[in-house]
């Protein structure tokens, strides 16, 4: 079993900045996946990034050159840093570990962003 832990999120203006924090209960030395999700009320959870244990990134769209995933395997963390918000932005977002051998999928407790117009 995994544990993931998200921190960072919060209430900002549009245009301005958050970084969120996922950190995993232990190391996972096979190949992995983490990514960010999101949910917003009323529709369903998407992807907004993933970063692979080669270190290959993917991003939805929408947030392409705006958010940057990225990891610290030392510290069992995975970041998202979130510039130039904007309200279509405001969702809960997840953290998640995908194991590829396994197929095992954990996923955190979620951490509002809220991006004021």
């Known amino acids: 079993q995994v544990q993931l832990v998200e921190s960072g999120g919060g209430l900002v203006e549009a245009g301005g900045s958050l970084r969120l924090s996922c950190i995993a209960s232990r190391r996972i030395f096979s190949p992995h996946i983490r990514g960010w999700y999101r949910q917003a009320p009323g529709t369903q959870r998407e992807l907004v990034a993933t970063i692979t244990s080669d270190g290959a990134t993917n991003y939805k769209d929408s947030v392409k050159g705006r958010f940057t995933i990225s990891r610290d395997n030392a510290k069992r963390a995975v970041y998202l840093q979130m510039n130039s918000l904007k309200p279509e932005d405001t969702a809960i977002y997840y953290c998640?570990?995908?194991?590829?051998?396994?197929?095992?999928?954990?996923w955190g407790q979620g951490t509002q962003v809220t991006v004021s117009s």
């Open positions: 998640n570990l995908k194991v590829l051998h396994n197929s095992a999928d954990y």
